[in-house]
């Protein structure tokens, strides 16, 4: 879970969950104090209140099912005097993106983990492996081994409205570790609320996050946002407190079209691929709007230009007001990263803008964005005896320097202290069989290294080394 810290409110101030809860009080006291017809003051305030109570209890009821907590085995750094790595183990949640065992969870939450296990709601615990995870959008998809399992189901966006009721289910303070996850309700407070501190830091798509008042606590990350059909609208993400833990504002990823377009290429496997134009954008003023004759809702203000981008060569200019990408309109900046995630690079973009209040259209050829190596990995990865490994693939070859035609799994770490960094394996060494056996991916590995004992792994131009138990 992202905290982001607030000042302590004033004693005369009410933190907006207070407010939310007395006005839902409010509500309540006067569904019995003035009930329909001639029925019974006493009578309607019970039918109405079990009313709300059972359409809750069904909701929650029908989606637990496709939540899952997640518990992850995280590396903290390496303890290079004592000569053994440093583990953490932190808490998550997720939710079932297909019956055959996809997971999608926070990226942040599985970040440099070297185990992780998710927990069915009826307690049962898979090993889950990484198929794809994208850190700029802060979304993983995981891969287990079970069947039958009970996917969401996505709202559609556009009836996303502020006011609406929301609830949060999820795993927090690790409360969740039998699969029971918790339930917290509020409404939507607001959309497309930025959060430059996280977004700065870590890079990261948080420019047009959903605002929530039901209850974010650590343990919540990755897990779903539903509206009152059950239908997921967000993916929890952060929380902004001002004193305890829930007395503050939770905000979760919206999953919009383009933010599902994200997750369909991450349940593929592919490599997250951003256009980047060398601006930094921000949604304009209302002078910059009456200045560039804007209309409302639309458009993004160019604030920096990088000196050596593609914007700058198509002479785009800080104070430009862009109000279409490829002839769609854009309306936020997270909106606008989405799309130019949709691009990609080498590929010519139409931009159409604003300058002094009047409109033209210039052709930007974006470069791909840099993303991290480290926390991005195709195809799943595997740690066994202190060595992980994953699959040859065109990125992993570029980044570990293989050859093209060679064949089988290349290491991509070697853990301290263990019988893989005491058998002199090494980072981009390509493994191709063992025990004789010929390798061609981490399904294959993982089968051949079954069993307790020594291990012949054969090493592309460096032969065999055995690995002790």
Known sequence: MHPILAPKPSRNSLPDRWVWRIALILFVVGVVAFPRGARAQSDAGDIDLEALEKAFEKV?????????????????????????EQLIMVNGSGVVLSADGLILT????????????VI??????????????DPRADMAVLRVGRGNLQPVHFCEWTAVRRGQWTLALGNPFGLGRDGKVSVSVGVI????????????????????????????????????????????????????????????????IPLTPERRAVVERLRRGERPNYGYLGVIVREPDEAERLLNRAPAGE???????????????????AGDVIIRLNDTIVRSP?????????????????????????????????????????????????????????????QSRS???????????????????????????????????????????????????????????NVRDRGEIVIQP
Not at 189 to 217: F, H
Not at 416 to 429: F, M, Q
């Open 60 to 84: 929650v009821d029908r989606v637990s099912p496709s939540v899952v907590s997640l518990r992850v085995q995280r590396r903290y750094g390496l303890n290079t005097d004592a000569g053994f």
């Open 299 to 317: 458009g993004v203000v160019i604030e920096r230009i990088a000196d050596d981008g593609p914007a700058k060569a198509a002479d785009l200019r």
């Open 120 to 133: 069915f709601h009826d307690g049962v615990t898979r090993a889950a492996e990484l198929v794809a995870s």
């Open 189 to 252: 407070s607001n959309l497309g609320r930025r959060l430059p501190g996280l977004a700065e830091v870590d890079d990261r798509m948080y420019d047009d996050m959903i605002q929530t008042t039901a209850a974010i606590n650590p343990g919540n990350s990755g897990g779903p946002l539903f509206n009152v059909r059950g239908e997921l609208i967000g993916l929890v993400t952060a929380m902004h407190t001002r004193a305890a833990a829930d007395e503050g504002a939770g905000f979760a």
């Open 106 to 117: 926070n990226e942040h939450v599985i970040q440099s983990a070297t185990t992780i296990d």
């Open 334 to 394: 997270g909106q606008f990263s989405g799309l130019l995630s949709g691009v990609g690079e080498g590929r010519m973009v139409s931009v159409k803008l604003l300058r002094d209040g009047k409109e033209l259209a210039l052709n930007v050829q974006p470069v791909e964005r840099e993303v991290s190596q480290v926390n991005w990995m195709r195809g799943g990865a595997m740690i066994w005896r202190g060595l992980r490994v994953t699959d040859l693939t065109p």
């Open 399 to 457: 980044k570990m320097r293989v050859e093209a035609g060679a064949t089988g799994v290349v290491v991509i770490d070697v853990v301290e202290n263990t019988p893989a960094a005491r058998s002199r394996l090494k980072i981009g060494d390509v493994v191709d069989a063992v025990n004789g056996r010929a390798v061609d991916s981490i399904v294959a590995f993982r089968d051949a290294v079954r069993g307790a004992g020594r291990m012949r792994l």
